[in-house]
């Protein structure tokens, strides 16, 4: 006899099939309450039976970010991301010998209808924080008191119907006083909870969809040396390598992450060699002060709006979620 479905028993399962944190989020939340309204993205549009959104979390290894080469960072993302597709396939396998469904959705592409291509067909760390397992940053990654921003997401669909996990209330992130992201940043892409997606993309998608068009437009109205030149550049060969390796098309920029002093892996592998942040300009400190400032006065800030701050953590940083994991992990290296 299988033993009927819980929340905790759906949990344990992605944990034994490879996750490091797993979740549950309700679909009824989540088709009341998408990231933008305006390109609602909803279970619902994936399918009308969907009751649940199983999350699961896998870590990115510190050693990415104990290198300055970006490479071995761009690999490792490769494979966890490739891993989570296998580790949600498992548990769309172990779902279906319970007698449900469990649709594994793509863990990075984007949807044409939503924003020009620029949604994926679900936000995935805006469900793991609807899951209970951490909050967004001050440039909008997902972090977890465990491994901080330092993890990839999958979900799968389910119409089994799960207890959901609770949004945490407490904001994880250190917030504008911290502001490490923002400085590390080399494109100046983060904002006030919020990211200039399009200047990230510079860093984090090397090869990425609009580097591509970009090459083939100008091989289409380059001259005939041009064109042998753009044959035999660098850029091509990179687009090669994304092509047969998925090299570069996502996850090529590990600063924002690498320096976020949230998690145990932080602060076990981390907190030296992150100490200093190179990238560090007078503008940008003035930059994070000016947020700070924002804050504190109650400007209007768009990311931390009625709506978007549900997901950064309506009370604010205390630290206390920290310290207790802290405790924890202390304890646990102990025995
Ligand atoms: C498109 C995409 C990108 C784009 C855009 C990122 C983005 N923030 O949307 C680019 C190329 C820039 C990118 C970069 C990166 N990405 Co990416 N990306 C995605 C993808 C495929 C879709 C994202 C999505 O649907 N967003 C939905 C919208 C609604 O979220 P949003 O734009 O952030 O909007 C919120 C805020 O901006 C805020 N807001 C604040 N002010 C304002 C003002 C206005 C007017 C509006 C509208 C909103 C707004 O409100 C919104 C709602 O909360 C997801 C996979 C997925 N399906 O989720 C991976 C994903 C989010 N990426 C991931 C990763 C790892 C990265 C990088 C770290 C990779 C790297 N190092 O090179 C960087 C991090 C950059 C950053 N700080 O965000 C991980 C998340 C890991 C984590 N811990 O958070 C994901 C989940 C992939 C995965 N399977 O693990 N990514
Ligand atoms: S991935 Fe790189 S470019 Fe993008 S926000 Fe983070 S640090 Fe900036
Ligand atoms: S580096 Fe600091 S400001 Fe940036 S996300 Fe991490 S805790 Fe927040």
Known sequence: MVAPLTSDSVIQIAKDCGADLAGIAGAATLNAFPPDPRWPQTPERMSPDAKSVIVLVLRVPVASFRTREPEPYQMMNMMINRRLDK?????????????????????????????????????????????????????VNFMCV??????????????????????????LCVGEGCSRCLYACPTDSVLHFHIDKRQCSIEAQTTGFYGAADLFHK?????????????????????????????????????????????????????????EIPETTPERIAKGQAYKAARKQGDEVPGLSDWNVRWVGPGGYTGKAAKAQRKKYKAEQST
């Open 87 to 139: 580790i949600a396939r498992r548990v769309s396998e172990q779902l279906e010998k319970r007698g449900y469904f469990g649709l594994v959705m793509n863990n990075n592409s984007t949807d044409w209808e939503l924003k020009s291509g620029t949604y994926g067909h679900l936000s995935l760390r805006h469900l793991a924080v609807e899951a209970g397992l951490g909050t967004l940053g001050l440039g």
């Open 146 to 171: 465990e491994y901080g921003p330092r993890v990839n997401l999958a979900v799968v669909v389910t119409d089994a119907e799960l207890e959901p996990g609770e949004p945490m209330i407490e904001q």
């Open 219 to 275: 091989f289409v109205e380059a001259d005939e040396g041009t064109r042998e030149k753009i044959l035999n550049s660098k850029d091509h060969l990179h687009y090669w390598q994304g092509l047969t390796r998925v090299w570069g098309c996502f996850g090529t920029c590990p600063r924002c992450t690498a320096v976020c002093p949230v998690g145990d892996d932080y602060h076990e592998f981390l907190a030296e060699p992150q100490k």
